[in-house]
């Protein structure tokens, strides 16, 4: 593994997956995935239990064979190349799952023999960052869960990985221990710029976490987005008018703006839409005398955006894959 | 290669900080002192200090026993051979004045000793049916795999570190057998030779080297079963299931073989193979089989056992 230097340009391509298949038995489980991935991004690989992101993790290391497609890390192809390739990824599958009988500090005395050369006092330097440093050398299965994903860390950036690859990280955590993984990612990612690929399924936490986000579905990337623009573009909400009458202000309102989404439910009037619109409704109402008895409006979250699309029901036009 | 031996080195760690494995050599040493309090508190028999009246008597009887079979039907010219060549060795004592090996000496108790490899075995066994499949069952396969490593260097660095197991535990015994016998018999008549029969002369041989060499054929069970169950181990992922197996073959393999000893085919068999002392002492269990026709048989198993589990451990899809 040749030198980093610690600050690379922003735009350097560290990950890309072209057209990656899996094929078990006669079940395609993984429909062609394609992505990039840079220096210094976090992204997160979003999708519901089952979608095949662990499928999709497991080939991106080698731990799965790949059917067909590429997986590249720093130009080596993990297919064909394998050793190049893996020298640059660390990781977590998982659980953090290490040898229980031995220290945490045998354990990482185990990861580094398996690479050709770290400098001396890497080990102690890693064990400082996670903030392991009191415990290191008592046995792992005294550890608490957190203190176990950061063991995992450790051995994750023990080589110094340029792409740091995480399957649920925060799975079994409490808040604060989310919390801390969050931080760390974020700093690692920022300072020793490294790319880190984080999959989970759920979605509060990526949105905190990360700097684009792709949603798998069914074995297939169903979008690929900046967290912003997935925020953004979902600034439609719906707006609920307890308008009188309102059979009456239905019909009225979709002769005023047939292209907006209206319905009736319950006692009111449901208006998707976007927030600077409800000042203009409300004039329409009131003009036309109506009466108005309440406003209240409702903000489409991300989460509602991905049950969207993992919901199936809603196509979800492909083109805002591999922007950046 | 020098990433082989810290993949080694690796194995080893494994294997040694786990508190299992000490009580395992513990209990091997504990065995060797059992088996010497045994013959000599239990088994010891109340011989006279001539020896050479006992001999002179033993070897009456043999001729007797030979005369005997002679007169049967159906006794081959090589059920007396071994008898008749004692008789040699015998003679041979009383005209150079070579006490015989009795198990009252360190000697004895130390030609005795490989008889413990049986138990040894069963360690090892453990510990090949573990060093793979506990990899999966605990998940740390994952982290494993996932280094700038072949993955057939692992395996092998694993197989390796299972037969320096097996070393280690053979060790074990020879030197605990050697100080248990010592303290135990006394470490006089050291430099006795070991006395052989060959091509129709008795010769002196070195009595360590003859030691070795027991250990040596006693070992190739336990190499054969050992790389057995780290077969099954790698090709099941359950320990539970290699250990089992294993051990079962252990110790009906011979029977199997002697229950199909009519048919000729059964040389083919890996537990007809195994038991190499047939050769040196002993009848073959099919007539026409040489120590290198055995030999060969063992190597064949040995690569199919290491073929199998290398194509399966490449090419598995870690799930675990």
């Known amino acids: ?324 | 290669m020098y990433q082989m031996i810290r993949l080694i080195q690796n194995e080893n760690m494994k294997i040694y900080k786990r508190v299992g494995t000490w009580i395992m050599i513990g209990v091997i040493i504990l065995i060797v002192l059992i088996g010497g309090m045994v013959s000599k508190f239990l088994l010891s028999q109340d011989t006279s200090d001539n020896w050479q009246q006992q001999l002179q008597l033993e070897n009456a009887q043999l001729a007797e026993q030979i005369s005997e079979f002679e007169n049967m039907p159906m006794v081959g010219s090589n059920a007396t051979r071994p008898l008749r060549e004692q008789v040699v060795i015998n003679e041979y004592r009383l005209e150079n004045n070579i006490p015989p090996v009795e198990s009252e000496t360190v000697w004895g108790f130390m030609i005795s000793s490989p008889d413990f490899t049986a138990i040894a075995s069963v360690f090892v066994i453990v510990i090949a049916a573990g060093i793979v499949a506990t990899e999966f069952s605990t998940g740390t396969i994952k982290l494993l795999l996932i280094r700038p490593v072949k993955r057939y260097k692992i395996l092998l660095s694993k197989y390796i570190a299972t037969f320096l197991f097996a070393l280690l535990m053979l060790v074990t015994i020879l030197v605990s057998s050697f100080v248990v016998g010592g303290l135990l018999f006394g470490f006089s008549g050291m430099d006795f030779p070991y006395l052989v029969y060959q091509g129709g002369e008795v010769m002196e041989r070195n009595m360590l080297l003859h030691i070795f060499t027991l250990y040596g054929f006693n070992s190739a069970d336990m190499i054969m079963m050992v790389t057995f169950a780290f077969m099954i181990s790698t090709v099941f992922r359950s320990s539970s299931l290699a250990i089992g197996l294993s051990l079962f073959l252990l110790f009906t393999g011979q029977q199997l073989v002697m229950l199909l000893s009519q048919y000729d085919w059964v040389k083919y068999i890996l537990f007809a193979n195994t038991n190499l002392n047939q050769y040196i002492s002993g009848v073959p269990i099919v007539e026409g089989m040489t120590m290198a026709f055995s030999l060969t048989v063992l190597l064949v198993y040995f690569v199919c056992f290491h073929a199998i589990s290398w194509v399966i451990f490449h090419k598995r899809d870690v799930t675990a």
């Not at chain 1, 995935?33 to 080698?62: H, Q, W």
């Not at chain 1, 297919?79 to 220290?103: D, H």
Request: aromatic residues 6%; glycine residues 8%.
């Open chain 1, 1 to 324: 593994m040749e030198k980093r230097t610690p600050k690379r340009s922003e735009k350097n391509l560290v990950l890309q997956i072209r057209d990656l298949k899996k094929t078990i038995g006669r079940t395609t489980i993984i429909h062609g995935i394609s992505l990039d991935l840079y220096a210094g991004e976090v992204f997160g690989f979003l999708g519901p239990n089952g979608a095949g992101k662990t499928t999709t993790i497991r080939m991106m290391v080698g731990l799965m064979s790949i059917t067909e497609g590429e997986v590249i890390i720093n130009g080596h192809s993990v297919r064909k190349n394998f050793e190049k390739a893996i020298a640059n990824i660390g990781g977590i599958i998982e659980n953090p799952e290490m040898y229980k009988f031995m220290s945490g500090y045998d354990n990482l005395i185990h990861y580094a023999r398996m690479v050709p050369v770290i400098p001396k006092g890497r080990i102690d330097e890693i064990v400082q960052l996670v903030g392991l440093k009191d415990r290191i050398h008592e046995k792992v299965k005294t550890y608490s869960l957190g203190m176990r994903q950061r063991l995992g860390l450790a051995q994750a950036l023990l080589h110094s990985p340029t792409l740091l690859i995480l399957d649920e990280p925060t799975n079994g955590l409490d808040p604060a221990g989310i919390r801390e993984i969050r931080m760390y990612l974020r700093k690692i990612a920022a300072e020793e710029n490294i790319a880190v690929f984080v999959s989970s399924h759920l979605l509060s936490e990526m949105q905190l976490m990360c700097d684009r986000i792709g949603i798998i579905h069914h074995g297939k990337l169903v979008s690929v987005d900046k967290v912003n623009n997935l925020v953004d573009k979902n600034q439609q909400m719906l707006v609920e008018f307890k308008v009188a009458p309102l059979e009456k202000a239905l019909l009225f309102f979709r002769e005023n703006y047939p292209n907006v989404q209206a319905t009736i439910k319950g006692h009111s009037l449901v208006i998707t839409t976007k927030e600077e619109k409800i000042t203009q409704y409300t004039k329409l109402f009131v003009n036309h005398d109506f009466t108005i008895t309440g406003i209240s409006g409702e903000q489409k979250t991300l989460e509602d955006k991905f049950l969207e699309i993992t919901g199936g029901e809603l196509h979800v036009s492909n083109d805002s894959a591999h922007s950046e």
